[in-house]
């Protein structure tokens, strides 16, 4: 999946590796239980709710997928491009792409026609 990120991100990425002394071949993110392994989703998601309690809000309305459809979502609705939010998203129906985003199936079939590709 190819996906952007901001200038500020790359920074804090860039340090990260740095201070993690990562190699090409490492993961980003490593296992503290297994040493060839990758962060699992699990201790991911626990990570997760502690950033959301450290800023004061309810872990229970925050999750990995909130947090991933999170400036899609935004950029949805401040463009209405569907087909931009798909590719985004990976989807390959954008039947998947209205429903991960709570869009309706009318207006999303409207907008839809609008974009040419």
Same mark, same amino acid.
């Given at each position: &999946?190819?996906?952007?990120?901001?200038?500020?991100?790359? !920074?804090?990425?860039?340090? %990260?590796? !740095?201070?993690? +002394?990562?190699?090409? +071949?490492?993961?980003?993110?490593?296992? $503290?239980?297994? !040493?060839? +392994?990758?962060?699992?989703? $699990?201790?991911?998601? *626990?990570?997760?709710?502690? %950033?959301?309690? @450290?800023?004061?809000?309810?872990?229970?309305?925050?999750? &990995?997928? =909130?947090? $991933?459809?999170?400036?899609?979502?935004? &950029?949805? $609705?401040?463009?209405?491009?569907? *087909?931009?939010?798909? @590719?985004?998203? +990976?989807?390959? !129906? @954008?039947?998947?792409?209205?429903?991960?985003?709570?869009?309706?199936?009318?207006?999303?079939? =409207?907008?839809?026609?609008?974009?040419?590709?």
């Amino acid at each position: &999946m190819t996906f952007e990120i901001t200038p500020t991100t790359r !920074k804090s990425v860039a340090a %990260w590796i !740095k201070a993690a +002394g990562l190699n090409s +071949g490492d993961y980003l993110f490593p296992s $503290r239980v297994n !040493k060839d +392994g990758h962060l699992s989703t $699990r201790q991911y998601s *626990r990570i997760v709710k502690d %950033w959301v309690k @450290i800023i004061g809000e309810d872990p229970s309305r925050y999750g &990995m997928h =909130s947090l $991933r459809r999170t400036k899609v979502t935004i &950029m949805y $609705r401040q463009t209405h491009n569907l *087909r931009a939010a798909q @590719i985004l998203l +990976g989807h390959t !129906k @954008i039947e998947n792409t209205v429903k991960y985003l709570g869009v309706e199936l009318d207006e999303a079939l =409207s907008l839809s026609e609008q974009v040419e590709v």
